[in-house]
């Protein structure tokens, strides 16, 4: 889960694609890029760390131009320690494009490969990004046959791309002295939306990975990129769109509306907030069929994502709603930080509970989800340690049982808190003396009572059916082998999981 901004204007954009990757700094805060193009050149500055401490007054200056694009990115295994692997990616040839991608290539490798064998094309890191913006110009060269580019030539490159690729991907890219091309792929598993603006000289427009980077700088959301479209808008500010894929299916990923998006943002017609109020009400319905009547006292929300959830469990189930938990917001998000033992030591300092809320009560804490299960224990044993009587805890998710190859870095089955045990096992793991999860047909359903066209979803990490048709239970051991080997070496496991495709070129607990 990371995430990308693409600007065509008529002035500067620097400081607009700034702005707009501090609206998305939440989907990613391991590095950062911009790369705008001036004319026919390129500039680019990219870098580990936040927006707020990669740019800086002088890299700001650096980038003129009235087209580019940006990418905030989430840590993962091939990309969290290496620079040179943060986003924009640029290639020279055919024309020169620059690139910015969320979402996770399953094929990655295969075609890393055929680039080299077939395309004499030497792709230079582990990530697949690089992979995605090689086979995107090759499909450039093929299609244009040297010849100038044209939109229908773009869009057949688009439709080749689609045929070739395999996985998640929304790009954001610049084609050198033509203009931007957005493309979301068949599934349109991770999001991808438009917007635009009314100037003096015309329109403006500008594609973003949720609707609040939009709005947040003044855009207005015209719509979201349909699974399979591309949008090519020249320098000029004329959009052209085209359906590029055979048999495209909109199934967006359903863990953006649990947890990874903004609550102010909407996402293929659903409002994040409303689709988290909506989980609350079915997951207050489970909780009354399993929670005994006056066992709770109290409904307590973990911050933040957890909060609309939990104030719908409190209204219906008649019981007061408080905020127990107070955050450090200058602790990163925990899913998103690499590595275990920097999680587990990360849970206390960014949370603090107050005794005074806990002290003689039964409480029910709400959470989004639960994936390994330690900051939910450490959750719990702060709820006691504060003087709770007892701790129900209810995820406003199902049980994430398999990991998931789409772009968030969740882990291999063996690490996942839910996999191939009981609720009640669970409990006993985090510490929790009931513990109540939504169930996935409940949380499909909070959506689609919301937008009825979203007839399935992406919940590979609920249901193990993934929805791409490439990944079976092989693909899924090697994933694991090769984790297991990685912490038996001491590594983080990055060369050997991003040559597993788990790397998040694009991606956060």
Request: one cysteine or more; glycine letters at 8%; aromatic letters at 8%.
């Amino acid at each position: 889960m990371c995430g990308i901004v693409g600007v065509v204007s008529a002035t500067p954009v620097n400081q607009l694609i700034y702005d707009s990757l501090l609206l998305l700094q939440h989907r990613g805060q391991d590095a950062a890029g911009i790369a705008t193009a001036n004319g026919s050149t390129f500039h680019m500055h990219k870098a580990n760390g936040l927006v707020r401490d990669v740019f800086r007054t002088r890299n700001m200056r650096s980038l003129p131009g009235a087209a580019g694009i940006g990418q905030v990115r989430y840590p993962t295994a091939g990309s969290a320690s290496s620079e040179e692997e943060a986003q924009p990616f640029y290639v020279n040839a055919p024309y020169g494009v620059i690139l910015a991608h969320n979402g996770n290539l399953t094929n990655w490798e295969q075609l890393r490969e055929e680039m080299f064998r077939r395309d004499r094309r030497h792709i230079n890191t582990h990530s697949d990004t690089e992979v995605l913006l090689n086979v995107l110009a090759d499909e450039l060269q093929r299609a244009s046959n040297g010849m100038a580019l044209d939109p229908d030539t773009i869009f057949t490159a688009v439709s080749g791309l689609h045929r070739r690729v395999r996985g998640s991907y929304a790009i954001a890219a610049q084609i050198a002295g033509y203009g931007m091309l957005a493309v979301r792929d068949p599934f349109g598993i991770r999001p991808l939306c438009l917007g635009s603006v009314e100037t003096p000289t015309g329109k403006e427009w500008m594609v973003a990975s949720e609707s609040v980077a939009l709005e947040g700088i003044g855009y207005k959301l015209e719509r979201d990129v349909a699974p399979g479209e591309a949008i090519f808008i020249d320098l000029d500010g004329k959009l052209y769109s085209k359906q590029c894929a055979e048999n495209a299916v909109l199934t967006p990923c359903i863990f953006e509306y649990v947890y990874l998006a903004r609550p102010d943002s909407c996402i293929d017609g659903v409002p994040v907030y409303d689709a988290r109020l909506r989980m609350g009400d079915y997951l207050a319905e489970k909780i009354r069929q399993e929670v005994s009547a006056g066992d709770v006292d109290v409904v307590m929300p973990i911050p933040d994502s957890s909060r609309p959830a939990a104030m719908q469990v409190a209204n219906r189930l008649g019981v007061n709603y408080r905020e127990g938990f107070f955050k450090n917001r200058y602790v990163g998000r925990t899913f998103i930080m690499p590595g275990q033992a920097v999680r587990k030591k990360s849970v206390r300092q960014k949370l603090n509970a107050m005794g005074v809320e806990f002290k003689g009560k039964n409480v029910l804490i709400v959470d989004d989800s639960i994936v390994r299960g330690t900051t939910s224990f450490e959750i719990v044993q702060m709820a006691r340690d504060a003087g709770a009587n007892k701790v129900i805890f209810a995820s406003a998710a199902p049980p994430v049982k398999y990991p998931n190859v789409y772009g968030i870095d969740m882990p291999t089955r063996s690490e996942l808190v839910a996999h191939n045990r009981t609720h009640e096992e669970i409990a006993k793991i985090i510490g929790a003396d009931k513990l109540v999860y939504q169930d996935v047909e409940a949380m499909k359903q909070a959506v689609r009572d919301i937008n009825p066209a979203l007839k399935d979803f992406d919940a590979s990490c609920f249901d193990g059916r993934y929805i791409t048709g490439d990944i079976d239970e092989a693909y899924l051991n090697r994933l694991e082998t090769a984790r297991s080997q990685a912490d038996r070496d001491g590594t983080n496991g990055d060369t050997e999981r991003s040559q597993l495709h788990l790397q998040r070129s694009g991606g956060n607990e």
